[in-house]
Nanobody, 125 residues
Framework: QVQLVESGGGLVQAGGSLRVSCAAS????????MGWFRQAPGKEREFVAA????????AYTDSVKGRFTISRDNAKNTVYLQMNSLKPEDTAVYYC??????????????????WGQGTQVTVSS
């Protein structure tokens, strides 16, 4: 069993930066793929970024490439999402998730078993 708790969301102006964190419980954290998803009002949940246990393999949705960076600290059981050059369309609830997936499956929500409660990120124009 893994419990995930997100933090670091908030309100930021367009062009600004924000880092959200996800703290995980459980001694098997390092074996899981960790991902970030987001859901804006009236829209479906979408994949944002993911990182495999090795930390050298990451994946991003096209709209955040070059702006967002996912990282993990296995010693601290924490995964981070650094978000730069934020845009109003990045406004959403951001969810952390843990699961098992091959490299080509990182964007698939159904591959993630555990989910956090979400943290709100609001980008004002």
């Amino acid at each position: 069993q893994v419990q995930l708790v997100e933090s670091g969301g908030g309100l930021v102006q367009a062009g600004g930066s924000l880092r959200v964190s996800c703290a995980a419980s459980g001694r098997t954290f390092s074996s899981y793929v960790m991902g970030w998803f987001r859901q804006a009002p009236g829209k479906e949940r979408e994949f944002v970024a993911a990182i495999m246990w090795s930390r050298s393999i990451t994946a991003y949705t096209d709209s955040v490439k070059g702006r967002f960076t996912i990282s993990r600290d296995n010693a601290k059981n924490t995964v981070y999402l650094q978000m730069n050059s934020l845009k109003p369309e990045d406004t959403a609830v951001y969810y952390c998730a843990a699961g098992t997936a091959h490299q080509w499956e990182l964007h698939i929500g159904e591959k993630y078993i555990y989910w956090g409660q979400g943290t709100q990120v609001t980008v004002s124009s």
